[in-house]
Structure formats: structure tokens, C-alpha cells
């Protein structure tokens, strides 16, 4: 469904950005990894996709926090793929803080990576996707870009701002072949929100699996962890033709979170 298109999906040598990087891939695109991890990992993870999909498979480590380091990403994803027809702005980062305790630089580092990286990444890549004609932009944002929680200002924030430029771009794109929209996951059990749930049992002194189910319970109605195989199936669908007039709007996957 996908052979011929090449995807760049940021922050996917882990979690929901790998689990999306894997559907498209075994619908036959060819994806250019982002993020960070052991380099010998990161390798045998690039050269495993590629041969279980029989797909093209790269890697680009850009630091997505350095002032345009998504735009140039996404110019290597053009030159080594030889143009950036799907992209996924996933990559993410938290911080946990009451907002009188928030540190300015975290403040800036979500910001940067969460929301900036997202906005240079889309004004990078709009150009090669308006001269092809063809172009699906999807944001991974949160259940966190509709509903707050305590601690989280700038990583909440960040995520509203996701689904503002979701919309911009969507009016901007919507004459044309290009959607551009956003994913709202609730819980996914990765390593961003294993370090969540670890700090939840330190503080409370219960097991961390204790801690796993009081965090589940506590937001996400259906008791389970959205997978990131789900979510790579979402993506998936986005790219579809049935889905080719849906745009500029969010899709939540989060369990009956934002239902509440
Ligand atoms: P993760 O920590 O497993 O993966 C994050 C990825 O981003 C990794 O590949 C990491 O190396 C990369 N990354 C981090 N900082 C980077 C930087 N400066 N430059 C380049 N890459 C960088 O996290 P995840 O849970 O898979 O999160 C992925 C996205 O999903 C994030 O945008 C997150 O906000 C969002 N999200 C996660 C959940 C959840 O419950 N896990 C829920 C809603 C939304």
C-alpha cells in the first residue's frame, strides 16, 4: 500500500515512533529513523527492519532540541530517500514539576522538542510535498493536547500547540493531496512513562506494578495500555485513501481518557 512513498518518523529508536516506523515500513515504505540509543543497537534495530520488510531503512541521530535540527533532518531525509512524503513528528520529552518549580531550560527543552521541532520539520518538508503533489503530515501529540494534569505545564501546552499547527496546516494544505493530522494516544507503555510510573512508586512506596495499574486507573477508563502496534496501525490508516480527506483534525487512542 505504501511501496514508492518514503516516511521519516522523529524519536522512533523507541516506543510509539518505532512502533509507527515498523507499520509503515511493512506497508512497504521506506523510513528514515530518528532518535537516540546505543549506536550498535540503533544499527541492528535500522538493518532488521529493513530485511524483515525488505524495505530501505536509515538513521539520522539529529539532536531535535538544536536550533533547526529537525529541518535539517528532514533535508538528509530528501537527499539519502530522495524526498519525505510521509511525515511523523513523534519525537517527545517530559518533565514532571509543580509550575513554581519548573525549571525555564526543561521548560525550553520541551517546548523545543515537542512543539518547535514540530513546526520546522512540517516548514522543512512542505515544499518537496507541494512540488510531488502528495504529502501526509501526522503529529503524535497526547490525550495531554486536549485535557491538562497537574505537574505537566509545558509538556501540556506543548501538546496543544501540536494541535493548533495541525489545524493551520490542514486550512493551508486542504486544496491539495496533503492532510496533516494529529494523534492523541492516552497511556503507552514506553520508557517515557516507565519513568513515570518508577517515580510514582518511589514516592508512594509501593511495587512498581502497583504503581503501573494506580496510573492506569487513574485517567485511562479501559485499564490497558494503548500499544504501540495500535498506534503504528493508526498511522497506517492516516496514509490510506480512506483517509485522504480527513485532515487537520485529532484522532485519540487513549481508552475513553478524554471521554471523561
Ligand atoms: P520514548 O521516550 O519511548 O521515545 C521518544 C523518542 O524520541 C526516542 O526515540 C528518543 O530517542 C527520541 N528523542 C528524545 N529527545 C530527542 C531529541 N532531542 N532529538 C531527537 N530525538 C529525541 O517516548 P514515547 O512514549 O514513545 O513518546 C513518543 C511520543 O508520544 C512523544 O511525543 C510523547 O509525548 C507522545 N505520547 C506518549 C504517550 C505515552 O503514554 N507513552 C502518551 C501520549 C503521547
Known sequence: MLNGKRALVTGSTSGIGLGIARALAAKGASVMLNGFGDAAEIEALRAGLAKEFGVTVLYNGADLS???GAGDLVRDAEARLGGVDILVNNAGIQHVSKVEDFPLERWDAVIAINLTSVFQAIRAAMPGMKARGWGRIINVASAH???ASVDKSAYVASKHGVLGLTKVVGLET???DITCNAICPGWVLTPLVQKQIDARAAAQGVSVEQAGRDLLSEKQPSKKFTTPEQLGDL???LCSGAAANMTGTSLT????WTAQ
Not at 487512542?253 to 475513553?256: A, C, Q, T
Open 174 to 176: 486542504a486544496e491539495l
Open 253 to 256: 487512542m487513549d481508552g475513553g
Open 235 to 237: 498511522a497506517v490508516f
Open 66 to 68: 538544536k536550533s533547526d
Open 145 to 147: 493536547g486536549l485535557v
